[in-house]
């Protein structure tokens, strides 16, 4: 076990934790936008930093990556902290100024809109935290969007932006949207839904008939798993 | 093709044999054919020189090289005739053979073709006495101009390998980390970081393989010093990197180089494929049991490639994104194995440390920056160029000994080192004795070596939004404080240029740049804000005057700026009208013209070409 100091509260740790995960178990709050339990840590939304100090040296990291070490001492709301906090949140809302999410988490940290800042008039609520390239990647692992360009320009889409012949319709990446930027329309009677372009037909429950899974999406399931398809074709709650 | 070398004895007796095979007496016609001397058409120069030659069937009695850069590009052409090191520049394309029949052939000097030293207004004859070179120390980019980067004859003719073969054969992993600490050799690339430590890391380091990577991504612009030596010396820096893989423990060597640098991937390759031929790269080198092998891999021209982390992404095949570095490359770098990274100038430094020693290579330079150090001098300076001279020498010796001053009898106004992430460093402190540490004292930095020169007219509002512009454009989009947070900085310094800056713009820049600097992931986006910063450091009365006074003092921020006629000065000769695109300067003969503001576009024209000085800017 390691011993360390958060908030001027003394906590034991395992080694190998990051400091955002020893946080969060004690109970201390620590703001992230690009963080979810099932991913890999990334880094980019910046959010998370924390200020530490080893010895005589301060400071900033990023949590969610750096773990702890013994008689580490952290800092989560300093004012170095705070600073790149409320720059981070500005930056964002001038980004997508239409994005909920971020005017409510702005809200709740008190940072108010930088009005140096001209907010973007494209619409765009991505904010670049990687979610749902990283959940495709690594959780859905068929890889059918990533970024294109770099810096301003930086977009998530399927490569070349042409309909994803390896998208298979599951929808990890809208539901693990943070701002609502990834559209997912599907048809009032759920029999189709259309995502990155294309559209993907459902697959009915064989027992109960309620439509709940692309058959794309059981295809590949099946064949991943050795599963066989027609084992897949009944719903969860059916099952 | 040449014949496997088994030993180092073999190597000295290969070296003394293409040694004695050269007649130091004969004569000898160098042509630098650098990139830059390239482009003022120096090939044609090459081809004719080979026709005359040929046609005076002197092929045989005269020696003639073709190599990289020397270093003093505002004169190119440049032709070097040994053995007296006569010294011709800005040679005329068709002057070959004018050269070999008076000057090769009977000794006669060619008047028109020397250099003048503008300070004394002589002529200088032989290349050691001219400013420029006298002053510098060309440790390792002097070799430059002693062979022909596609021989590697010529490499080993001046003793190249040498260093390889006492390291392989003399000397254990160990002593040769020891002695590269003990040099303090520190990481030309930018960091400074010491590279013996860095090396010493790597060895001890859990994970097989270990890799070296040698970093060619130079993308600072205006700084091509790195590409100066892979073009006119790649079996330097190759030396290097085989020494360096030896002592870390490592068989596999990758050059990541920028692909918009063609002729430094051509000879590098060349190198490359002639080191494996001779047994210098390849299984059991010099007999020595050890064995190492490099190759090439070419960026696709991102400049935060040159980042460590980021350029490890791209090795992998990935988009160039760095990652935080809470663990080191030397532990886990390329393919999470350890990895140790070096740029071109530190591994061409190698060879000198172990064929010199540690003591003697410490003997150059600071207490604790030790070495030469190559820059890329370029701007509003006489002598554009690449300089190598001791650590500690001050930036006054650089810019106005060796540099040869600001041209046009302007003034010098501030010095931007280490590139888009380094900062502008103003008159007051010219006699700064450049080193790493030095320069960081005072919000700048080393970098790789680039140093931009700026005059009276050069804005310092405007500079900051060109880096800073810079920065915008090669930000790799990661994260967003420099992802967004250098753009918002970028747009309020266009505003301010453009006359709409607000009252608190420069607080607030200050402020971001804080901000920027604790939040941002990786190198390039904590250095982003340097340019912002170092010029309101130093240049704040600027920023102001855009600001509350919607001027701006240099002359240079359109939307502030208008241009007009001194009438006292104009003379009437009618040139600037001449010059004028839109027809804004008109006037009549003798008479004083005037620029009509509604069709001016202050493009600059009539400034430049009125001979009386009589257009304002204000």
């Not at chain 1, 990291?61 to 013994?70: A, D, G, I, N, Q």
């Not at chain 2, 040694?19 to 990139?35: E, Q, S, W």
């Not at chain 2, 520190?186 to 590279?195: C, L, N």
């Not at chain 2, 040869?404 to 003034?411: H, R, S």
Request: proline share 4%; hydrophobic share 35%; glycine share 10%.
């Amino acid at each position: 076990m390691i011993n360390l100091t958060i908030d001027n509260k003394k906590i034991e740790a395992e080694a190998g934790q990051t400091i955002l995960a020893v946080a969060r178990e004690n109970g201390i709050v620590i703001p992230t936008l690009c963080s979810h339990e099932s991913l890999e840590p990334s880094g980019a939304c910046r959010l998370c930093v924390v200020e530490i100090k080893h010895g005589k040296r301060t400071r900033v990291v990023t949590s969610c990556l750096y773990t702890v070490t013994e008689g580490l001492t952290v800092d989560t709301k300093s004012e170095r902290v705070m600073a790149v906090r409320r720059l981070v949140l500005q930056l964002l809302l001038a980004r997508c100024p239409e994005s909920v999410q971020l005017r409510e988490l702005a809200g709740e940290m008190g940072v108010a809109p930088e009005p140096r800042f001209t907010p973007d008039k494209d619409n765009v609520k991505c904010i670049l935290c990687r979610m749902c390239v990283r959940t495709c990647e690594k959780v859905v692992g068929v890889s059918a969007i990533g970024f294109s360009y770099r810096g301003m320009e930086k977009t998530v889409c399927t490569p070349f932006k042409e309909d994803s012949a390896t998208c298979i319709g599951c929808g990890a990446c809208a539901y693990v949207c943070p701002t609502g930027h990834i559209e997912m329309e599907t048809t009032a009677t759920d029999d189709s839904r259309t995502i990155w372009g294309r559209t993907f037909k459902m697959q009915a429950c064989k027992v109960c008939g309620r439509y709940f899974a692309p058959e794309d999406q059981l295809t590949y399931i099946s064949e991943k798993t050795g599963v066989p398809a027609e084992d897949l074709a009944v719903c969860v709650s059916c099952r | 093709m040449m014949s496997k070398i088994e030993s180092f004895d073999e190597l000295k007796s290969l070296q003394e044999r293409l040694k004695a095979g050269r007649d130091p007496k004969k004569p000898c016609v160098t042509i630098c054919v650098g990139t830059g001397c390239l482009a003022y058409g120096t090939q044609k120069l090459v081809d004719n020189f080979r026709e005359e030659l040929a046609k005076r069937n002197l092929a045989e009695k005269i020696d003639f090289r073709t190599t990289g850069c020397h270093g003093f590009c505002e004169r190119g052409p440049m032709v070097i005739i040994s053995p007296e090191k006569i010294f011709y520049q800005r040679v005329g394309l068709a002057d070959a053979g004018e050269i070999i029949d008076k000057t090769v052939l009977k000794g006669e000097v060619i008047d028109r073709l020397l250099y003048v030293d503008p300070a004394t207004g002589v002529k200088v004859v032989h290349e050691d006495d001219v400013p420029f070179y006298k002053k510098q120390t060309r440790l390792v980019f002097g070799l430059n101009s002693k062979v022909d980067p596609e021989s590697m004859e010529d490499y080993l003719a001046i003793g190249g390998y040498s260093a390889l073969g006492k390291a392989l054969t003399g000397m254990k992993p160990e002593a040769i980390i020891q002695e590269v600490i003990k040099a303090n050799l520190r990481g030309r690339g930018g960091g400074g970081f010491p590279a013996g430590w860095k090396w010493d890391s790597t060895r001890k380091a859990k994970g097989e393989p270990k890799y070296i990577v040698c970093n060619a991504d130079e993308g600072d612009p205006g700084a091509y010093m790195d590409r100066s030596l892979l073009e006119g010396n790649p079996h330097l820096v190759l030396e290097g990197m085989i020494i360096g893989a030896y002592a870390i423990g490592s068989s596999e060597g990758y050059i990541y180089v920028r692909n918009e640098y063609p002729l430094a991937v051509k000879n590098i390759n060349t190198a490359i494929r002639q080191a494996r031929e001779a047994g210098l790269l390849g299984a059991n080198i010099l007999g020595s049991g050890f064995s190492f092998d490099v190759k090439i891999n070419r960026g696709g021209g991102a400049f935060v490639c040159g980042e460590s982390s980021a350029l490890f992404a791209s090795l992998e095949g990935r988009a160039g994104e760095p990652r935080a570095k809470y663990i080191h490359a030397t532990d886990k770098g390329l393919y999470d194995k350890p990895t140790n990274l070096n740029n071109v100038e530190t591994w061409a430094n190698v060879p000198f440390i172990i064929d010199r020693g540690a003591d003697w290579y410490a003997g150059i330079g600071t207490e604790n920056s030790k070495g030469t150090k190559i820059f890329s001098l370029v701007g509003k300076i006489n002598n554009t160029g690449l300089v190598e001279v001791p650590m500690g020498t001050t930036l006054r010796e650089i810019v106005f000994e060796i540099g040869g001053g600001i041209p046009d009898g302007l003034k010098f106004k501030a010095i931007q080192t280490g590139g888009p992430s380094g900062g502008c460093i103003p008159e007051k402190y010219l006699d700064l004795r450049v080193d790493f540490d030095e320069l960081t004292k005072i919000g700048s930095m080393m970098g790789s070596g680039g140093m931009i020169v700026m005059d009276e007219r050069n804005c310092m509002v405007d500079v900051a939004r060109y880096f800073t512009n810079f920065l915008v454009s090669e930000s790799c989009g990661k994260c967003v404080p420099c992802r967004e947070g250098v753009r918002r900085m970028r747009d309020i310094l266009v505003d301010i240029a453009d006359g709409k800056g607000r009252e608190g713009d420069v607080e607030l820049l200050e402020k971001m740049s804080a901000a920027v600097i604790d939040g941002a992931l990786c190198a390039l986006g904590n250095s982003a804000p340097n340019p912002v910063l170092s010029t309101i450091r130093h240049f704040r009365d600027e920023y102001k005057a855009h600001i509350e006074e919607k001027r701006c003092p240099a002359g240079v921020c359109k939307a502030l700026i208008t241009y007009s006629v001194d009438a006292e000065k104009c003379t009437g000769c009618m040139v600037c009208s001449k010059v004028c695109p839109t027809g804004a300067a008109s006037g009549e003969r003798k008479k004083a013209h005037t620029i009509d503001p509604a069709k001016c576009t202050k493009c600059g024209a009539c400034r430049e070409s009125c001979k009386f000085d009589s257009i304002i800017v204000k």
